[in-house]
T-cell receptor, first 112, second 114 residues
Framework: DAKTTQPNSMESNEEEPVHLPCNHS???????IHWYRQLPSQGPEYVIH???SNVNNRMASLAIAEDRKSSTLILHRATLRDAAVYYC?????????????FGTGTRLTVIP | EAQVTQNPRYLITVTGKKLTVTCSQN?????MSWYRQDPGLGLRQIYY???????DKGDVPEGYKVSRKEKRNFPLILESPSPNQTSLYFC?????????????FGQGTRLTVV
């Protein structure tokens, strides 16, 4: 499976935008880019995913580089509830490729 | 409410005493999986199931068993627990479909084996 690289930690002030980067230089043409986050004492939760185009949902936006070798998860206004570990994961597009391979993720600290 | 439910949430047991951690989902998902999470090692997959009676090993299956007799349930069985199985365990479910689908996780089971 293609590997992703994320910074170990980031900080953001409350109510400011946060850009969480992810590098995936060996991504294949059929890999989807997924983001999950894990709040303290909880299981991981799905945030967003995309293939080539930028994506928006109620939680976040995903910006994908034109060459797909990197992506950025954007939280438009960080709140204290967004403090979590964020995982960038590549998932193959074929039907049997359901397994998630978690790296170490980025620990986001939100400063009040 | 769509959810993945694990029981128990916390468990302390002794070495060698068989235990089962249950996992149930109410979303009619075909795919279910178990992960363990350890400090510094992240989340690692133990076993997964693509559908009823279809299970396969993940990255760290040693010392664990699973079964999938019904679509909604995927219990994790430790026949003879050892202290190195002390960990935080998560069950997940999802529709099959690879990268186009999302996974749903339970709240976790913190297991301590003494």
């Amino acid at each position: 499976d293609a590997k992703t690289t994320q910074p170990n930690s980031m900080e953001s002030n409350e109510e400011e935008p946060v850009h969480l980067p992810c590098n995936h230089s060996t991504i294949s043409g059929t890999d989807y880019i997924h983001w999950y986050r894990q709040l303290p004492s909880q299981g991981p939760e799905y945030v967003i995913h995309g293939l080539t185009s930028n994506v928006n949902n109620r939680m976040a936006s995903l910006a994908i580089a034109e060459d797909r070798k990197s992506s950025t998860l954007i939280l438009h206004r960080a709140t204290l509830r967004d403090a979590a570990v964020y995982y960038c994961i590549l998932r193959a597009s074929w039907a049997g490729a359901n397994n998630l391979f978690f790296g170490t993720g980025t620990r986001l600290t939100v400063i009040p | 409410e769509a959810q993945v439910t694990q029981n128990p949430r916390y468990l302390i047991t002794v070495t060698g005493k068989k235990l089962t951690v249950t996992c149930s989902q109410n979303m009619n998902h075909e795919y279910m999986s178990w992960y363990r999470q350890d400090p510094g090692l992240g989340l690692r997959q133990i076993y997964y199931s693509m559908n009823v009676e279809a299970t396969d090993k993940g990255d760290v299956p040693e010392g664990y068993k699973v079964s999938r007799k019904e679509k909604r349930n995927f219990p994790l069985i430790l026949e003879s627990p050892s202290p190195n199985q002390t960990s935080l365990y998560f069950c997940a479910s999802g529709r099959t479909g690879g990268g186009i689908t999302e996974a749903f996780f339970g709240q976790g089971t913190r297991l301590t084996v003494v």
